[in-house]
């Protein structure tokens, strides 16, 4: 059963990590993720929020949501990882739309938005990408072939002077914005990709 949103907002203040994406399909990759984010961040709770659809990623491929959901929720807890179709509920698919929306609708929730060294890399070229860094603290997370450029990038370059310390991981989600962390973890080399093609490779 997906995490359906309540009317009114949460009325307890929780810390509640937030990872958007494909889940085209969830792996383990996300998996660790979310447990790393949790564990350093001691957060309440973690939103797997599965994308209705990414503007920056070709349809073709794209499995149906409905079965990009059911394989979040395979990884899921269902308590404190929480596999969501928030985005779709809330009709938003930009970033900067669905972090709008949320703090909206939640404005007592201690939100820290989650994304990979990859996507730290490529976010100049999202919508609004300055306003993105600036809505609420984000923890980046390695990625293999990706941290080094991400952290050599443009991102990276204009909030230097808000990067925190690893060690402050703790704080994150009670800092205010704009401020990032780099945790440094054991890159995961799982991909959707690899695991879409290992699948194609056995059914053919």
């Known amino acids: 059963m997906s995490f359906s949103i309540p009317r009114h907002g949460h009325?307890?203040?929780l810390r509640?990590?937030?990872?958007?994406?494909s889940f085209n399909p969830a792996h383990e990759g996300h998996l660790y993720i979310a447990r790393q984010a949790m564990r350093h961040l001691r957060l309440d709770q973690l939103w797997l929020m599965v994308s209705p659809g990414n503007p920056l990623k070709p349809a073709d491929g794209m499995a149906p949501f409905a079965q990009r959901l059911a394989s979040a929720q395979k990884i899921a807890d269902g308590r404190r990882i929480i596999?969501?179709?928030i985005e779709q509920r809330l009709g938003t698919r930009y970033t900067r739309d669905?972090?709008?929306a949320l703090i909206q609708r939640f404005p007592a929730q201690q939100f820290v938005w989650l994304m990979g060294a990859d996507n730290l890399l490529q976010l100049p070229h999202w919508g609004n990408w300055l306003w993105i860094m600036r809505a609420m603290p984000i923890l980046v997370l390695p990625r293999p072939g990706a941290?080094?450029?991400a952290l050599a990038g443009q991102a990276a370059a204009r909030f230097r002077k808000h990067r925190l310390p690893a060690r402050s991981g703790l704080c994150l989600p009670t800092a205010a914005a704009p401020c990032w962390i780099l945790l440094p973890v054991k890159e995961n080399p799982a991909s959707a990709t690899a695991l879409r093609r290992k699948i194609e490779g056995v059914s053919s």
Do not use: E, Q, S
Request: net charge positive; no cysteine; charged share 30%.
């Open 11 to 13: 009325r307890h203040r």
């Open 16 to 21: 509640v990590g937030l990872l958007g994406g």
């Open 83 to 85: 596999a969501t179709d």
């Open 98 to 100: 669905t972090m709008r």
């Open 147 to 149: 941290t080094r450029p």
